[in-house]
């Protein structure tokens, strides 16, 4: 026996960052972690809206949004690499027949916890039919971390980490997020000082 610890996995859990963490991007960001393994993460931000309503994303791309429950969501911001790349975090959507259980998109990332990430056009057809997941998250852009950039940001302070809560990805509005999820962990922000962690 080594004596290593296993690695631990923060997939489907929220990074919420410290108050010392100052980059434009991240500061005060809540980021959803759609994968983590030992080549590194990537997570979207889920508490910045970008300048665009959804039905502006559609209509750059000629589809119209038929949904009246997204039509006064925003696009987030997702992170800073891809920008220009639409992310769908959605529910999945239940197919019958002899695929139950597979995506009904191209392109999607079974995130384990109960949600999806999708990447492919299609998923935001299906909402322009008014169709589609029941709830869902679109941002521009996401977060990525190399091989054990994470494990050293947590190591600095940089992030707070509790497991995920879907209210507040789809039930909560993007200015109460942060303080949400700091919730989670029976903390509010004015606890959190810029000190912490730096004696």
Not at 13 to 19: E, K, N, S, T, V
Not at 96 to 102: D, N
Not at 143 to 160: M, P, R, V
Request: net charge negative.
């Amino acid at each position: 026996m080594s004596g290593d610890s296993a690695p631990f996995n923060l997939t489907h859990h929220f990074l919420i960052a410290m108050p010392g963490l100052d980059d434009e991007m991240f500061s005060k960001s809540v980021v959803f972690v759609c994968e983590h393994s030992e080549r590194g993460a990537l997570g979207l931000i889920i508490n910045k809206p970008a300048d665009m309503p959804l039905t502006a994303l559609f209509h750059k791309i000629d589809l119209t949004l038929q949904r009246a429950d997204l039509l006064e969501q925003p696009v987030f911001q997702g992170g800073p690499v891809q920008t220009e790349r639409g992310f769908v975090l959605h529910e999945p959507v239940i197919t019958g027949g002899p695929e139950a259980g597979e995506s009904l998109y191209a392109s999607t990332m079974t995130i384990p916890g109960g949600l999806e990430m999708t990447t492919s056009r299609d998923v935001l057809e299906a909402l322009s039919i008014g169709s589609g997941p029941k709830r869902v998250l679109v941002t521009l852009g996401y977060a990525a971390w190399g091989e054990g950039q994470l494990e050293t940001e947590l190591g600095e302070n940089s992030w707070l980490t509790t497991p995920a809560d879907h209210a507040i990805i789809f039930d909560t509005p993007a200015d109460q997020r942060y303080d949400r999820a700091l919730g989670l962990l029976g903390l509010q922000s004015w606890m959190i000082s810029q000190q912490v962690g730096h004696a």
